[in-house]
């Protein structure tokens, strides 16, 4: 039975494992090998049991924690080329580890994976879809200022989405941030809001999505209930909470918990 396991998710870290307690793949390190390895224990989860981990982009908030994990593990590092080229450059990976560009579907942990361009400010940033061995279809979409066809072409279909609901407009505008950090998020190539977001879910449920757990949350100008209920806000004039599609959101930290689909 397909699962996701949001190990981390924030603006200071993020991690997915997604498959099973014997096997899987883990999206992005954005976080020590240590807490990494106790959030995994903590699922049951041995470190054995990644197979692969597939990288979004360069920021470290993603990365924290590659270049410890792929030394201690070996484990093989995909993504897109540049932003592969980045990392090695910067010295993020080690030499134990393969890397291997995502030019085209990756079979890896009894899963294939696709990745799709996102519109965020990395050389070279995207998400990526995962069918399942189970025959089903999920999908992670963070770091994104907006869903682009190609991005939307990407998650139709998925019975479960990662979606970023980063801010909420008012939090940011009102909040400390400088200026140029706020027209930075708010831009094509920052994040997605949580009107955004919602405005996407609804499309996607339209598409047979039942699943979604909104991701990537700022812990500044943000908040677990803000974003939740926005979406209920505007999915509740179409759609049935828990008849019409599940929504939950990715905790900070885990604290053991997965979401089956």
């Known amino acids: ?23 899987g793949i883990l999206i992005d390190c954005g976080v020590s090998f240590r807490r990494l390895s106790t959030a995994l224990t903590a699922n049951r989860i041995p470190i054995k049991a ?25 484990v093989t590092v995909y993504g897109t080329k540049k932003t592969l080229r980045k990392l090695c450059d910067e010295d993020k990976i080690s030499p134990k580890s393969k890397v291997i560009d995502m030019k085209k579907n990756i079979a890896c942990g009894d899963m294939e994976v696709k990745a799709f361009r996102v519109s965020h400010d990395a050389v070279e940033p995207c998400g990526y879809r995962v069918h399942t061995a189970d025959g089903k279809y999920c999908a992670v979409c963070t770091d994104t200022g907006v869903i682009t066809p190609e991005t939307e072409k990407a998650l139709k279909g998925c019975k479960m ?15 400390n941030y400088p200026f140029y950090l706020k027209q930075r998020i708010l831009s094509e190539t920052g994040h997605l809001s949580n009107n955004a977001c919602s405005e996407q879910i609804g499309k996607l449920i339209e598409k047979g999505t039942t699943h979604i757990v909104l991701g990537h949350l700022s812990q500044e100008n943000n908040t677990p209930q803000t974003a939740f209920a926005t979406a209920r806000k505007y999915l509740d004039k179409k759609y049935k ?3 019409d599609y599940i929504m939950g959101v990715a905790p900070v930290e885990t604290n053991g918990g997965a979401v089956i689909f």
């Open 1 to 23: 039975m397909a699962r996701i396991y949001p190990l981390f998710s924030s603006s200071k870290g993020n991690s997915y494992f997604i498959g099973t307690e014997k096997c």
């Open 50 to 74: 990644i197979q692969g981990v597939f990288i979004t982009h360069e920021h470290g908030d993603h990365v924290a924690g590659l270049k410890v994990l792929t030394n201690q593990t070996g």
């Open 161 to 175: 989405v990662v979606l970023e609901s980063n801010y909420d407009e008012e939090m940011l505008r009102q909040g």
């Open 241 to 243: 909470f828990s008849k």
